[in-house]
């Protein structure tokens, strides 16, 4: 099915719900059906993230599973719903303000309109990019979107808070200082990894420019609290995908000591909803 909405106008709207409540509630998905099993929820916008959709693919967190596969899985989603289709693309899959570019090149060649980019190297012990370094790499992704004449949403994410090259009483610092750096670079929302308590969203509101993106847990503050506070977005990073892996491992593991389906009888969706989830884009 071809949506209403050229990737621009999905773009500037996505842009858009950032400017003003009510906050946008990102229940993040791995693949096809899950995105449309949110979609139909009533999602506004759908966001890919790392974790689940690597794992959906058959890899580890963090960049290994390869590129191509992880733009495939994002064409899927975006040729499947109606909505926006953010994608976490790591660190960028490159080093380089020029390898990121072509990264996102790519993505943007998948129909997607925005994406989660972090600080992190992926090398280890939190190490991080240089702010230079990543402020370069902002700019590169910025300016092939704006190439492109997309009004791509740059979501940038700091991972400040897990870096053992900055003192623990430095990091909420160094977070915010990162955060206002990439906002100036051109990043449209900010993501610190790591803020959970309302003192620390409160202060990174306070302090930094620009709308708010925060990656809650079941330990977070509410929705209705995070709206209320100012946030602009809030996302659940692989929790839909684990929850889902327990639940199938529950599956299995009864289905293997008791020989019962008690929980497929309870949690399955009827064939025919899954039938007609993609009728219409047929």
């Given amino acids: 099915m071809v949506s209403k909405m050229s990737q621009s106008e999905k773009a500037e709207l996505f842009r858009e719900m950032h400017r003003q409540p009510p906050i946008i509630r990102l229940c993040t998905i791995w693949d096809a059906a899950s995105a449309r099993i949110v979609e139909m929820a009533g999602a506004k916008a759908i966001a890919t993230g790392s974790a689940g959709m690597d794992a959906a693919l058959g890899y580890p967190d963090g960049e290994l599973a390869p590129l191509d596969e992880v733009l495939w899985a994002v064409k899927r989603i975006v040729d499947r ?7 976490d693309i790591v660190a960028g899959y490159g080093k380089t303000p020029g390898e990121v570019a072509e990264t996102a090149r790519k993505l943007l060649a998948t129909g997607a309109i925005g994406c989660n980019f972090e600080d992190s190297t992926g090398e280890g012990g939190g190490k991080l990019f240089t702010l230079d370094e990543q402020v370069a790499r902002i700019k590169a992704v910025r300016k092939v979107a704006d190439g492109a004449g997309i009004p791509f949403v740059l979501n940038a994410r700091t991972d400040a808070f897990f870096s053992s090259q900055i003192p623990e009483d430095q990091r909420l610092d160094e977070a915010i200082r990162r955060a206002n750096a990439y906002r100036e670079a051109g990043s449209d929302c900010s993501l610190v990894l790591g803020a959970r308590t309302p003192e620390t969203i409160q202060r990174i509101l306070n302090e930094v420019d620009g709308p708010l993106n925060v990656l809650a847990s079941p330990a977070s503050p509410t929705v209705p609290e995070l709206e209320a506070m100012g946030v602009a977005r809030v996302s659940v990073g692989g929790g839909p995908m684990f929850a889902t892996l327990g639940l199938t491992r ?3 593991g009864e289905l293997f000591s008791d020989g019962t389906y008690d929980l497929i009888r309870d949690f399955a969706l009827p064939r025919a909803d899954i039938m ?7």
Avoid: L, Q
């Fill in 81 to 87: 719903v109606d909505i926006p289709v953010t994608a």
């Fill in 250 to 252: 529950r599956i299995a």
């Fill in 276 to 282: 007609s989830m993609y009728a219409e884009h047929d």
